[in-house]
């Protein structure tokens, strides 16, 4: 059956690694029609809106979706580049990440990341073991995320209204900040519904119990987000009942980024809220390489949308040719078959860049920590090529 998905390049080396990705979704044999969609800094400045509606209505029509990267600025910053026609509007537009708007309009409410060791790989983690070894121990991570709530729900004020303070001064803990001037200060506030967390929960205890893991860590601040984290604590308790023989272990985020950089193979599922899966997901994708080797699936009810964990990265996406490590995006588009029950052609994907990896065929800047463009590095699309003639 031939599929439809909506592609998103967006800005910088988001450009440059997604036509890389759909080159080897074709090489798979996988079938489908590519319908570009525009988002990101370009739209900002012609409209004064990041994320055009046409693309949210593409999205809800054919439900899938390949995203590259977008450039944010802090809202002062991006307002003074728009034109001055567009600054005038009353009131003035507001920037917002077009990726979270995405996630909330289309309730992509979980994220699932993987982070897996790649054999070769010279910048992956390693530890010292018994006199002087050095030990390269198999990281085999998936991180599931609330996607859609925490503190990137969009709930919050600049210079919040009296009635908003007047609600809060009845909280004690509000105290200190009664007199403080209304410019100077700002509230966002971390939102969680039992029904949200339920989803990612159970989404994380079915994927541990499909791939035989026995425990799964669900990371939060458990002493200083109190009840947000015991309502996510609960959720998780209701779906660890539905998977008999499947454990909770709590940590605090804190200590576990100290735990994966001691031993990032005791953990296997993860689960946490949007603010913490964010630090997490960066910390785990360190361990195997960085983010050029990190993909994440946004998955929701009517509509999944996949992208590279990696920003636009404009200092590198000015490169010609390009020089962006494609692998997060080819692996995204691994994860794009999976959801779509093409599990072998995925397969023959991670398949082909490990041994791209083992060979020593993969040499973009990242992989060999030089600086972009240097001597002896590969571009975008030789990278690609080198996993093509592996596929």
Aim: net charge neutral; with cysteine; aromatic share 6%.
């Amino acid at each position: 059956m031939r599929r439809t998905v909506v592609v998103m390049p967006g800005d910088g080396i988001g450009r440059h690694v997604v036509p890389e990705a759909l080159r080897v979704l074709e090489a798979t044999g996988f079938s489908a029609y590519y319908v570009p969609a525009e988002v990101g800094w370009d739209c900002w400045l012609r409209d004064g809106d990041a994320l055009p509606e046409r693309t949210l209505e593409m999205l809800r029509m054919y439900g899938l979706g390949f995203y590259g990267a977008t450039t944010s600025k802090p809202h002062a910053e991006a307002l003074k580049e728009l034109a001055p026609a567009l600054r005038a509007r009353t009131p003035p537009p507001r920037y917002q990440s077009p990726v979270l708007r995405i996630r909330r309009a289309l309730d992509l409410h979980t994220a699932v990341r993987p982070c897996r060791s790649m054999p070769g790989h010279p910048r992956a983690f390693v530890r010292r073991g018994v006199a002087g070894a050095i030990e390269s121990p198999e990281v085999d991570l998936t991180l599931f995320v609330q996607n859609t709530e925490c503190h990137y729900a969009g709930v919050e004020w600049r210079a919040p209204p009296q009635s908003l303070r007047t609600e809060l001064a009845a909280h004690p803990s509000f105290a200190p900040f009664s007199a403080v001037a209304p410019d100077d200060l700002a509230i966002s506030v971390r939102v969680v519904t039992r029904a949200a967390a339920l989803r990612t929960a159970r989404a994380a205890f079915t994927f541990a119990k499909a791939n035989g893991f026995d425990r799964v860590t669900l990371c939060d601040k458990w002493g200083v987000m109190t009840e947000t984290a015991s309502l996510m604590l609960e959720a998780a308790e209701a779906a660890r009942a539905e998977h008999p023989g499947i454990t909770i272990q709590r940590t605090n985020i804190d200590a576990q980024v100290l735990l994966l950089q001691r031993r990032p193979e005791d953990f296997h599922v993860l689960v946490a809220s949007a603010l913490v899966g964010d630090i997490l997901s960066d910390a785990c994708a360190g361990l195997v390489g960085g983010l050029g080797f990190a993909p994440v699936a946004n998955l929701g009810d009517t509509c999944a949308v996949f992208e590279p964990v990696h920003g636009s990265a404009p200092r590198y996406g000015a490169h010609a040719p390009p020089v962006a490590n494609p692998v997060a995006a080819i692996l995204a588009a691994a994860m794009l078959l999976d959801h779509l029950g093409e599990a072998e052609r995925a397969e023959r994907v991670r398949t082909a860049i490990n041994r791209a990896m083992v060979d020593g065929a993969l040499r973009t800047f990242d992989v060999l920590g030089l600086p972009a463009g240097a001597p002896g590095t590969q571009g975008t699309r030789e990278a690609t090529d080198a996993i093509l003639a592996r596929l």
